[in-house]
């Protein structure tokens, strides 16, 4: 089965950085979609960042500007690189792997989370 391991995660101050990585168990070529998703306390889980397999990126909102989504192919690693960061930003951060057949998921993997914490 398709592992996704995330790690990076811990407490910054607002104003700082954190690098989350997550590594995949297979060549994170096969996947057509990569990305982070955050749930924080109360909320739903909401989309953070994606990259396809084409090199197209997509963030929400709230993070654009501050987050960039990287890869490594040869280390079957996606990286989220996050930047001023804001309490409000403070989550569980979970990787996601999809294969799609005809635009719609046929295949769609979780990490276990990451717990990011932003605070003074």
């Known amino acids: 089965q398709v592992r996704l391991v995330e790690s990076g995660g811990g407490l910054a101050q607002p104003g700082g950085s954190l690098r989350l990585s997550c590594v995949a168990s297979e060549s994170i070529i096969n996947f057509n979609v990569m990305g982070w998703y955050r749930q924080a306390p109360g909320e739903q889980r909401e989309l953070v960042a994606t990259?396809?397999?084409?090199?197209?990126?997509n963030y929400a909102d709230s993070v654009k500007g501050r987050f960039t989504i990287s890869r490594d192919n040869a280390k079957n690693t996606v990286f989220l690189q996050m930047n001023s960061l804001k309490p409000e930003d403070t989550a569980v951060y979970y990787c996601?792997?999809?294969?799609?057949?005809?635009?719609?998921?046929?295949?769609?993997?979780w990490g276990q989370g990451t717990q990011v914490t932003v605070s003074s």
């Open positions: 996601n792997a999809r294969v799609l057949v005809v635009g719609f998921p046929r295949d769609n993997y």
């Open positions: 990259t396809t397999s084409g090199g197209r990126t």
